[in-house]
């Protein structure tokens, strides 16, 4: 008798794709309960279709309802089940989708509860320890137990009580430093947080002089931030985590270096912030003092840092300037006027008290402070008299720079490479950047004084009306817009010049997308910009890739291959082919970006 089980398995899974489709919730509810029911025991589904179960489930697992849907169907214990999958040569690729699953089901607090009262920590845990398990599902397995313990105080003592830490900790000495070693990092510091029991089991687990080893020169940044970020939970108001990191002779010259010469101001940002704890303790001053870090924390004042990075330094400096020998070292280092010049550029209210209190533990009297202010002030008038008469001289050179810009778009435009962000582009980078992607007329640009600022706030009215731009010419412009935006959502601190690689691979990872398709998306941005290494983009290189990327975004979403970069000699014919469509980010599939 002919098995007719594979063609009715099918005929399910199709079933549940049109369901899903439809986009409704209680539609999606119901093909989560009909995939669920393929999972059940008895089923012995091959591996190529266990995949697209999980597969499919991943996709509908993009809100609480759905994920709780999962849980409702009796789907966790059978998700769990299959880390243990052990069928055939592709058990591996089932047991890492399984994984990633029940990492996106976490994002509901009762499927943690369920994860967890299933055994599913115990075999994750289990899962990490077993031999000749590849690294990209050892970096899937450790995401998912951080995803867990996130805001979970009965995750995180679970993990704990199961001998998670030692684990974790383990994953820190591992070469190569990679994604595997930042996941175990963060996972550290989602256990660490709020939970002075773990800070405790991670110090004696030995974690904080690894943690210090991954502040090296030679490991990768995205490790970095993980490593300083989880220092920055452990000596948080944990004063043997402060000794157990003074005490490794490297840790505070690594984090000072940080400080120094990051180029991720969201690293420079966490290494002064565990700076900044150890110098809630008065026996740490003269190490912190030693190190230099007196210094870079005046540099940081002054340095143009985010909000929250001067605010940061200017109340590490009030803790320090509580002892005269520091007091001493800010004044010599420079300290007083950067504070006083913060006082006059009005900053948020947390710097205004940070800068008071430490101004008035500095004893910094009142004719010091007026003298201090009046040299500002003076200074403040001598570079406004400057640039009014740069200002005229800049007059006399418009027209010299304007028909040098019209010469230089007659040849072909050289790589717009700038390292400033966008909405700080001059009138003729904006032109450049706009003739990169086809717009070759920039004379209404021009004229107008249209910046890279200005270009990001112009209506479909001014468009067409004010400027008078034909259609296609007006939807290139909107495409620059809705780069930008995309460029920026993938940030962690949006408003930079450059999105990092780190960024981009988080983005992608949160939006759904495996480690398979992230690979090929970078790879994809370094064929097309003919780079060996892609450490970052800026936004000129960005946008010549923009479609492209969402291209490929559609294709992999429809489980097709995505388009082949090496018929393009370059990102730029990628830019303006026609053969790419116009997809705008809200009309990606809801994984997508």
């Given amino acids: 008798m002919t098995d007719n089980r594979p063609w009715l398995i099918h005929e399910q899974l199709s079933s549940c794709c049109s369901l899903i489709c439809v986009g409704s919730h209680c539609r999606e509810a119901g093909a989560v309960g009909s995939l669920v ?250 190490a912190i003092r030693e190190a230099g ?31 005269s020998s520091n007091r001493k070292g800010i004044r010599l280092a420079g300290g007083v006027p950067p504070l006083m010049r913060l006082l006059m550029d009005k900053p948020s209210e947390q710097v205004m008290i940070a800068v008071d209190e430490a101004l008035r533990r500095l004893e910094v009297s009142a004719p010091e402070r007026n003298a201090t202010l009046e040299a500002f002030r003076y200074a403040d008038a001598r570079n406004a008299a400057a640039l009014a008469g740069a200002v005229q001289a800049a007059q006399q050179e418009a027209a010299q720079a304007a028909e040098e810009a019209d010469s230089a778009r007659s040849q072909q435009a050289a790589p717009l490479l700038m390292t400033k962000p966008f909405t700080r582009f001059s009138v003729a980078e904006t032109v450049q950047l706009l003739s990169e992607i086809g717009l070759r007329d920039g004379s209404p640009f021009e004229s107008n004084g249209i910046t890279g600022g200005d270009l990001l706030d112009l209506e479909e009215e001014e468009l067409k009306g004010d400027l008078h731009l034909s259609n296609l010419q007006a939807k290139k412009v909107r495409r620059v817009q809705s780069a930008f935006e995309l460029f920026n959502r993938m940030m962690q601190t949006p408003g930079k010049s450059e999105l990092t690689l780190t960024e981009l691979r988080n983005f992608l990872s949160s939006t759904g997308r495996g480690e398979g398709d992230i690979a090929a998306i970078v790879n994809g941005f370094k064929q097309g910009l003919q780079k060996q290494t892609v450490a970052t983009l800026n936004f000129a290189e960005f946008i010549q890739c923009y479609q492209w990327l969402l291209k490929t975004l559609h294709l992999m979403d429809q489980a097709q291959e995505p388009y082949e970069l090496p018929r393009a000699n370059s990102m730029r014919g990628l830019s303006t082919s026609s053969s790419i469509s116009d997809v705008s980010p809200q009309k990606l599939p809801q994984n997508g970006v």
């Avoid at 809100?63 to 998700?79: E, H, K, M, T």
């Avoid at 904080?208 to 990768?220: D, I, M, T």
């Avoid at 924390?297 to 109340?315: F, M, P, Q």
């Fill in 37 to 286: 029911a393929l999972l059940q025991p008895g089923q012995e589904l091959p591996s190529d279709l266990l995949k697209a179960v999980l597969t499919l489930l991943l996709g509908l697992a993009h809100s609480q309802a759905s994920c709780d849907a999962v849980q409702q169907a009796n789907g966790i214990p059978r998700i769990i089940k299959l880390l243990e999958y052990a069928a055939d040569d592709q058990a591996a690729e089932v047991q890492q989708e399984a994984a990633l699953l029940l990492g996106r089901l976490s994002l509901s607090e009762a499927c943690k509860g369920a994860i967890r009262g299933h055994f599913g920590i115990v075999t994750l845990l289990r899962m990490l320890d077993r031999p000749g398990l590849d690294r990209s599902s050892k970096e899937v397995v450790v995401r998912t137990l951080s995803i867990l313990a996130v805001d979970n105080e009965v995750n995180q003592d679970h993990i704990r009580e199961q001998y998670g830490i030692p684990a974790l900790v383990k994953l820190l000495e591992a070469m190569p430093f990679d994604g595997v070693t930042a996941a175990a990092a963060d996972a550290l510091r989602a256990l660490a947080m709020s939970n002075e029991a773990n800070k405790t089991a991670i110090r004696e687990a030995w974690a904080v002089p690894l943690l210090v080893k991954l502040l090296g020169s030679e490991v990768e940044m995205s490790v970095i931030e993980k490593a300083v970020d989880c220092l920055r939970i452990l000596t948080t108001g944990n004063e043997a985590n402060k000794v157990a990191l003074l005490t490794s002779a490297s840790g505070l010259p690594c984090l000072v270096r940080l400080m120094e010469s990051s180029p991720d101001q969201l690293v420079i940002e966490r290494a002064a912030a565990v700076v900044g704890n150890l110098s809630t303790t008065d026996q740490f001053f003269s």
């Fill in 293 to 323: 870090a007196i210094q870079r924390l005046v540099r940081l004042l002054d340095s143009g840092s985010t909000n929250r990075t001067t605010e940061i330094a200017a109340k590490t400096l009030a803790n320090l300037a509580s002892e």
